[in-house]
């Protein structure tokens, strides 16, 4: 499975844009890439994915990078409950019977009122 | 209104027990995945579940560990007989036909003495 590479920690103020990173050098042509989020206490969250274009939904954004070797979770007003441990996970598309996910440790967000 | 619970939340037995982890979904699924995540420690992947079989599995998932649904809804993770070191968040996973996000249940704690 191709690795990510994410930041372990970063910091945002309430209301201001967020934008976690991360590096994945090894993608291949078939791997998407994922976004989940935990926030403390509570399962896994998907929060958003996409392949080569950049994506948005109601709760975040997506940019993919040109060379998809990186990309970037956007979060446009950070809230206090915006505060979780943000996964980027590389997925392959064989289907829902083997699209396990693979965490790393991913970016634990802190967000400042 | 959540996609899939999960019961108990909390279980507490001694080593060498069997124990059964269960999961509710709300509507119909059609594919299951088991996930743990020690304190402290990363999500790990353990089954997934199709087709009333096992698709995929990793190393963690011995002997030990068993999956079924055994009346069409619950799916169920069984623990025959338990080790200190299983002592870990256990969460449920689902996915929507050929839709790609996870939804995963709130997690039960599982505490072996």
């Known amino acids: 499975d191709a690795k990510t590479t994410q930041p372990n920690s970063m910091e945002s103020n309430e209301e201001e844009p967020v934008h976690l990173p991360c590096n994945h050098s090894?993608?291949?042509?078939?791997?998407?890439i994922h976004w989940y989020r935990q926030l403390p206490s509570q399962g896994p969250e998907y929060v958003i994915h996409g392949l080569t274009s950049n994506v948005n939904n109601r709760m975040a954004s997506l940019a993919i990078a040109e060379d998809r070797k990186s990309s970037t979770l956007i979060l446009h007003r950070a809230t206090l409950r915006d505060a979780a441990v943000y996964y980027c996970i590389l997925n392959r598309n064989y289907g829902g019977a083997t699209n396990k996910l693979i965490f790393g440790t991913g970016t634990l967000l802190a967000v400042q009122p | 209104e959540p996609e899939v619970t999960q019961t108990p939340s909390h279980q507490v037995t001694q080593m060498g027990q069997e124990v059964i982890l269960r999961c509710v979904p709300i509507?119909?699924?059609?594919?299951f995945y088991w996930y743990r995540q020690i304190l402290g420690q990363k999500v790990e992947f353990l089954v997934s579940?199709?087709?009333?079989?096992?698709?995929?599995k990793s190393e963690i998932f011995d002997d030990q560990f068993s999956v079924e649904r055994p009346d069409g809804s619950n799916f169920t993770l069984k623990i025959r007989s338990t080790k200190l070191e299983d002592s870990a968040m256990y969460f449920c996973a689902i996915t929507r036909d050929i839709s790609y996000e996870q939804y995963f249940g709130p997690g039960t704690r599982l505490t072996v003495t």
């Open positions: 090894t993608i291949s042509g078939t791997d998407y």
């Open positions: 579940f199709y087709n009333n079989e096992i698709s995929e």
């Open positions: 509507s119909n699924h059609l594919y």
